[in-house]
């Protein structure tokens, strides 16, 4: 059987809805890491369950975690100039998801300017941005579920639709001793 490393969830900037989402990713048993240049929120006082800290530097976070096809990455930032340097490092990995949080104003500044460096279109097309699925979500908790919602739907090939709704399309009703 071949191995496979462990799902692992690289949370990027760990303000509240970062230590929102790594606290979901522990609860839904992700290998957890989280980094930040700010020491004291890239800790276990700030963020208990993670499994890797990493301060320092956003730039280097690669020189100190090995990426793999099963490391989905939520780079949730506090501003377009980290995103822009953070972004060319990470499209140049082989994870499977990178979703960036912020409005999709914020997004098209981001994307413009990267653009500008030249990175490619295609690489471009790889980042999920805004980051996570819309639930209309307001704190930070539930854009944390917002955002797992995403990552999990990917990563299994859900689509995201509501189980009501694929239901009602398919027209059948199936009671079972559960309904009952």
């Known amino acids: 059987e071949p191995y496979a490393p462990p799902a692992t969830l690289l949370v ?12 979901l990713g522990h609860w839904l048993g992700y290998r957890v890491m989280v980094k930040d240049d700010r020491q004291e ?46 972004l060319p490092l990470l499209v ?6 990178i979703g960036v949080i912020g409005s999709r104003r914020r997004w098209q500044e981001t994307k413009k300017l990267l653009l500008a460096d030249g990175m490619a279109e295609e690489d471009l097309e790889r980042i999920h941005s805004p980051i996570g699925l819309e639930l ?7 854009i944390a579920v917002s955002i797992l919602s995403e990552i999990m739907m990917l990563r299994h090939g859900g689509t995201g639709e509501r189980l009501a709704a694929q239901q009602e399309v398919s027209g059948s009703v199936t009671n079972t001793e559960d309904d009952e």
């Open 12 to 23: 990027i900037g760990c303000g509240h809805v970062g230590k929102a989402v790594a606290a």
């Open 92 to 97: 140049a990995t082989k994870a499977p998801y």
């Open 136 to 142: 209309n979500a307001e704190s930070p908790e539930e």
């Open 41 to 86: 929120l890239a800790s276990s006082d700030h963020i208990p369950n993670a499994d890797l800290y990493l301060p320092g530097p956003i730039a280097e976070v690669l020189s100190r975690v090995r990426i793999h096809a099963n490391t989905f990455i939520a780079v949730l930032t506090r501003n377009v100039l980290l995103d822009r340097e953070l």
